[in-house]
């Protein structure tokens, strides 16, 4: 299976969102990644569910948003509700993951556990069989633009080893570029979140730098 190249709007041009998201698709993105930040579980503040509603109709593939927020429950049906194919809540957002995974199920979304670089990946164990994907933060979350935490790579393989033959994701958040997208790769990896490694260089005028940023990642996996 191809390593899915999810671009993260965390990078993209928030006064035009809706053209953002078409212009990565349009380039070659499998998915688009919206993080959601508080400025509480993580120190800052991004977007919250009516934005998720806004660019619903612009996404074609997989809307993939990442809860880097605490507490999570009281806002899982509303991010379902704003159209999100998968919910990723982090391990660490609250004491009870096992109830905020079953609410992202019950809400009708892809289910997904995202881990900190502080966290092993046997916190994933207990939980295994109740996820979709399992979100490796290889960086400290809060802002982009981060430089790549290398001993990530040991929890990523890890993980692989641990999901075994399930039908489970990896997908790694946090420095992808053209040197630790191949890294995450061989490791086992399926989906690379990358911001500013898609949208350097480019603008919905121009998106054609989108899709050689989207190629030189796929590139560089081999």
């Not at 990078?11 to 993080?35: K, L, N, P, Y």
């Not at 490796?136 to 979350?141: E, H, I, S, Y």
């Not at 890890?158 to 490791?187: F, K, N, S, W, Y």
Request: charged fraction near 15%.
């Amino acid at each position: 299976m191809a390593v899915k190249i999810a671009p993260s709007i965390l990078s993209a041009d928030f006064a035009d969102f809706g053209a953002e998201c078409r212009a990565i698709e349009a380039q070659g993105a499998d998915w688009v990644h919206v993080d959601v930040m508080d400025g509480h579980f993580v120190p800052n503040l991004t977007f919250g569910p009516a934005l998720c509603a806004a660019i619903r109709p612009h996404i074609k593939t997989v809307m993939d948003v990442h809860l880097m927020i605490a507490p999570v429950d009281p806002y899982i049906q509303a991010f379902a509700d704003a159209g999100a194919d998968i919910i990723t809540a982090h391990i660490e957002a609250g004491p009870h993951i096992h109830r905020t995974l079953q609410s992202i199920r019950a809400a009708g979304c892809k289910v997904g556990v995202a881990i900190n670089p502080g966290t092993p990946a046997v916190a994933v164990a207990p939980l295994i069989d109740m996820i979709d994907l399992v979100n490796v933060m290889t960086v400290n979350p809060g802002f982009g633009g981060q430089k790549f935490i290398q001993s990530q790579l040991n929890t990523i393989r890890d993980l692989r080893t641990m999901i075994g033959d399930r039908p489970i994701l990896i997908e790694i958040d946090g420095g992808v570029d053209t040197i630790t997208a191949p890294q995450c790769a061989a490791a086992g990896a399926d989906v690379l979140v990358a911001g500013s490694a898609v949208f350097k260089g480019g603008s919905v005028d121009q998106p054609e730098m989108y899709g050689a940023n989207i190629q030189a990642l796929r590139d560089s996996i081999g």
